[in-house]
């Protein structure tokens, strides 16, 4: 279980810094780009977790993989965290220093999921609503998964809204069975 | 029952046109950690300690969790059910609601999990009524003290240490000493007392609850019984829930004015299912590794049963819980907390047991604090010398090991003695009316409390060697019910020992005892 108290803190320290330096954007992108490389080549993370390899080298690593690409803030926090053997709390660090960024900017991520691509008028009439309700900013994180059939579920922080079909046959289900676990 | 489809299809839509959904926001989480039993959560903002959630898996529909612990950055849960299907950032669904169970007459000859769910294969339980397991106990205003015996069918209990119905009565043994025993005589005995039982069987071996159940439906004894398993291959959360579920089923038949028998069989593997969960989820680990609130996890569910107030009823619901103590130490943590709790309790002897004393209740040891309260009169006058009769004889017993020649009152004293506990043995599924009971112990000790002040008369029993009371006794038992059934009905009908019938009862005891023959081996 990554630890989420220390990676607020790891994230708080880091969204400080950038609020002062005015990189919000730049490190918010580059964490992004990181973490989706780390995504799709595992054996990044292999090494970095990797015991036999001493941490010079992998220092080596990472400079080489990523001086060229991010900002000296992001790569010396990557260095930092590597020091610290934090690296493996990066994705919740970045899933923190997000919540941060959003609150900071008044926004606010709705992750939709549909059984097919939302069009675009029906996101634009899904963001206002969402933005009448909330008054914040309001980012649509789209997801499409034909599991849900059809309809859409709308997930705003930690409330969910569930119209979609899966749901409404299952609650269906539970009303005609009578039970309730 | 005839089934027309087209009806089933109408009720269906019918059903279907009265199902509105209102999409509602409900707070979410997901799944951090799983494994053991417990999960930890993220996100799940709001939710309350107790609250049941929802676990969404993707191959095996949803499984119920309870909210046990609020941290500041995760929610510590215990999952309902198979922990193997919920994998890590699944969504996690709060409900609202607060853990419940179907109760009424339609769990009666059923056996169901901790949930309520039954599990022997009969259909649905077709209930509407829920109620919260984790209820508080009665009030004070609300309760009146025990005043009606509850029957075990056991002479050595319903003599010595009697059980009165909204008692709380420990039973504490070794392993194999005879404790199941007990409760499957007892509920055997509840036949036509209008006692609804419940066995509840926690961390015990699937072939027991088969084994249970099946003996307590030839005895015809399901018709008013629910069994609530929650068996040694269930998830420990399930173990915990348990009791309280059964506890739960129970209050419907006190809280409409019937009666109940609730049986925790057994609560030291309660405790350690609670222990796990508890040390799972890191609470911190108290006296042999158990959490804290180990004393409350019990009280809590002991103080439940009660005896109502007449204005409430007049229902009463007495529980029965099990311990098993190891090696007969009854000062480890829990069994000293459950005898602290509880209003007596039936200590079971493996020496007795193994020495063909059946069933091995140490008379010594065992009490009952508030059921003498409940004894019927008839069992009052006879029993009132037994107790001290036998504890004469223990200590007796005790000198006379040593001592080669002895005086030959000492000698009477003993033999006297060993006819008290011969005649103090049972055989298992043979429970005997109270007023069974009263002559029995009448033919043993000779003793009766009359109007006219004590009746002390020679026991039958004296001169008869010790290996023929068994069979004399169950002479008897068939004498009287042929002959004297009379008897039998006079106490029955009086609740109480009048002269004239124990003067009858003397007088059929001696012709029997004249008819009696035995061979001397």
Request: proline share 5%; net charge negative; with cysteine.
């Amino acid at each position: 279980m990554p630890d989420v108290r220390v990676a607020r803190r790891y994230a708080a320290a880091l969204f400080n810094v950038v609020v002062r330096e005015n990189l919000l954007d730049t490190v918010e992108r580059d964490l992004q780009n990181i973490i989706g490389v780390w995504g799709e080549h595992s054996q990044i993370d292999e090494t970095m977790a990797h015991p036999r390899i001493p941490t010079p080298v992998k220092q080596r690593i990472l400079r080489q993989l990523l001086e060229a690409q991010v900002s000296p803030i992001t790569l010396n926090f990557l260095l930092f965290l590597l020091d610290k053997q934090r690296l493996d709390l990066l994705l919740a660090i970045e899933r923190e220093f997000q919540r941060l960024s959003d609150e900071h900017r008044k926004l606010v991520r709705a992750y939709v999921t549909t059984a097919v691509p939302l069009p675009e008028d029906q996101a634009d009439l899904l963001r206002q609503h969402i933005n009448r309700e909330t008054g914040l900013n309001v980012v649509l994180v789209p997801t499409v998964d034909p599991r849900i059939i059809g309809g859409v579920i709308v997930r705003v922080g930690d409330r969910l809204w569930d119209g979609s079909i899966r749901g409404y046959l299952s609650d269906l289900r539970q009303t005609l069975a009578g039970t309730r676990y | 029952m005839a089934i027309r489809p087209e009806e089933v299809s109408e009720i269906i839509a019918r059903e279907l046109a009265g199902f509105e959904k209102q999409i509602e926001g409900v707070g979410v989480g997901s799944v951090l950690q799983v494994g053991d039993g417990i999960a930890r959560v993220y996100g799940l903002q709001d939710v309350m300690a107790g609250e049941l959630v929802e676990f969404e898996t993707h191959h095996s529909g949803n499984i119920t969790g309870m909210v046990f612990n609020l941290e500041e950055d995760n929610v510590g849960c215990i999952v309902m059910g198979s922990v193997t299907h919920i994998q890590e950032g699944d969504t996690v669904k709060r409900t609202g609601r607060i853990i419940e169970v179907p109760v009424g007459p339609a769990l009666v000859g059923r056996v169901v999990d901790a949930l309520g769910i039954p599990i022997d294969g009969k259909g649905p339980i077709l209930s509407d009524e829920y109620k919260y397991v984790l209820s508080k106990a009665p009030g004070v205003v609300d309760r009146q003290p025990v005043k009606e015996p509850l029957q075990t069918g056991l002479k050595v209990i319903d003599s010595l240490i009697p059980i009165g119905r909204g008692q709380r009565e420990l039973v504490i043994g070794d392993r194999s000493t005879g404790k199941t025993a007990i409760a499957i005589d007892t509920i055997i005995n509840q036949r036509g007392q209008g006692v609804f039982c419940i066995y509840v069987a926690i961390g015990q071996k699937l072939s027991t609850v088969r084994q249970v159940m099946k003996t307590l439906e030839d005895a015809g004894a399901m018709e008013y019984t629910t069994i609530v398993a929650a068996t040694a291959s269930d998830p420990a959360p399930l173990q915990y829930i348990a009791p309280y579920s059964g506890c739960t089923m129970g209050e419907y038949f006190r809280d409409s004015g019937q009666h109940a028998l609730c049986i925790y069989d057994d609560l030291s593997k309660h405790a350690v299912a609670y222990r796990q969960v508890s040390l799972l989820l890191r609470r911190p680990p108290g006296r042999e590794a158990y959490p804290g609130d180990v004393f409350y996890l019990h009280s809590a569910l002991l103080e439940r049963a009660a005896k109502m107030s007449d204005e409430r009823g007049a229902g009463s619901l007495t529980a029965l819980p099990f311990i098993e103590t190891q090696a007969g130490d009854i000062s480890q943590y829990i069994p000293t907390n459950v005898i602290s709790i509880t209003d007596g309790q039936i200590f079971l002897e493996t020496d007795l047991f193994n020495a063909g004393q059946r069933p091995a209740v140490s008379a010594g040891l065992s009490v009952s604090r508030v059921g003498s309260n409940a004894q019927t009169k008839a069992m009052k006058q006879v029993a009132g010398r037994l107790k001290l009769d036998l504890a004469r004889f223990r200590e007796l017993a005790a000198f006379a090991q040593f001592a080669s020649d002895l005086d030959p009152a000492t000698q009477r004293q003993l033999a006297r003695g060993q006819r008290l506990v011969e005649v103090m043995k049972q055989p298992q599924y043979s429970p005997l009316t109270m007023a069974e009971q009263v002559m029995m112990i009448y033919m043993a000790t000779g003793y009766y409390k009359g109007s006219q002040g004590d009746v002390n008369r020679p026991s039958v029993l004296e001169d008869l060697p010790l290996e023929a009371i068994r069979e004399f006794e169950q002479g008897f038992l068939q004498f009287t019910r042929d002959r004297y059934p009379d008897i039998a009905m006079d106490i029955t009908a009086k609740k109480a020992l009048t002269d004239e019938t124990a003067d009858k009862l003397q007088a059929a005891l001696e012709e029997f005892r004249g008819q009696f023959t035995y061979e001397a081996d």
